[in-house]
């Protein structure tokens, strides 16, 4: 038997409390004798985006390692998964400061129960983000591979490349309609992206001031489109500090998903002072 038939996979979406909404991650809580390879093998048996593994854990100081898999590659950083973690650590140990040590670096995580039928909330603090304008070529690229054209941009927000643990681009649809209709070249996406470094593309349509409507193709993982991305998120809060948008405290609702059906909301916390990031949500497991 190899181990991913023996190694138990927790099953969370994360960023909803409805199990059929939110974006799955598996989670495996001990996985201090798996090889990478064998890793990589379980996070395609699971199937889903990306799913965490444990491979160090000292419970009683609340601090644990953790590397992500998609079921194409190991990834630095994953937001969704991240969450997920948490609130799967939150139900065995009790709500509270958790630390997971990640290839991003340090990543601190508040857990918090915020109703009477024990629901876990958790909130991430991303690594540094940092923002840069995108190049004409970069830009260029990714719109022949999604089918845009730059009239299909938003000029109030101009194209980035985003970090908050991983890189991302950042283009904003200058409709509702155009971020709804999406349908791009899997193949030829994917290579801009891996020839960037970019995780996902994020793509976003702007609401009101505070309001954003999200969908993140992430070809390099072997997905068409991610329903929740945390570590995009905190790239999108540390973009719009970049661009002068943010010059208060300023919490930020991002709905994504829903073009997917599976409804997601996550909650972005961004300080003009501060490059981290933070950001919020539930996770609850799904029942086979």
Do not use: K
Not at 40 to 46: G, K, T, W
Not at 98 to 116: K, N, S
Not at 141 to 154: I, N, T, V, Y
Not at 157 to 170: D, S, Y
Request: with cysteine; aromatic share 6%.
């Amino acid at each position: 038997m190899n181990a991913a038939t023996t190694t138990e996979i927790l099953r969370y979406s994360a960023f909803t409390t409805d199990p059929a909404g939110g974006n799955p991650a598996g989670v495996i809580l001990d996985a201090a004798q798996l090889t990478g390879d064998q890793m990589l093998a379980i996070a395609a048996e699971a199937d889903y985006s990306e799913s965490a593994f444990i491979t160090a854990a000292d419970p009683s100081r609340r601090r644990f390692r953790l590397r992500y898999f998609s079921p194409l590659a190991e990834v630095a950083f994953c937001g969704h998964a991240t969450i997920a973690t948490a609130v799967a650590l939150a139900e065995r140990y009790g709500v509270g400061e958790l630390a997971f040590d990640t290839a991003a670096g340090e990543i601190r995580v508040a857990t918090a129960a915020v109703d009477g039928a024990g629901a876990v909330r958790a909130t991430l603090t991303s690594p540094p983000t940092h923002s840069r304008p995108a190049e004409g070529v970069e830009v260029d690229a990714a719109l022949d591979a999604l089918h845009w054209q730059r009239a299909d941009l938003d000029p109030a927000l101009p194209p980035h490349v985003a970090f908050g643990g991983n890189h991302h681009l950042v283009l904003a649809a200058v409709s509702r309609a155009r971020l709804a209709d999406l349908a791009y070249d899997f193949e030829a996406l994917g290579g801009v992206m891996r020839a960037h470094d970019w995780t996902t593309v994020q793509l976003v349509w702007q609401e009101s001031e505070t309001d954003f409507h999200v969908r993140a193709p992430f070809p390099p993982g072997g997905v068409v489109e991610d329903p929740a991305t945390g570590a995009a998120a905190a790239a999108f809060g540390g973009y719009l500090r970049t661009i002068g948008r943010v010059r208060s405290a300023t919490t930020l609702t991002l709905s994504q998903g829903a073009d997917m059906g599976r409804p997601s909301t996550l909650t972005v916390n961004v300080d003009p002072t501060d490059p981290r990031v933070r950001v919020a949500g539930h996770a609850v497991p799904i029942v086979p």
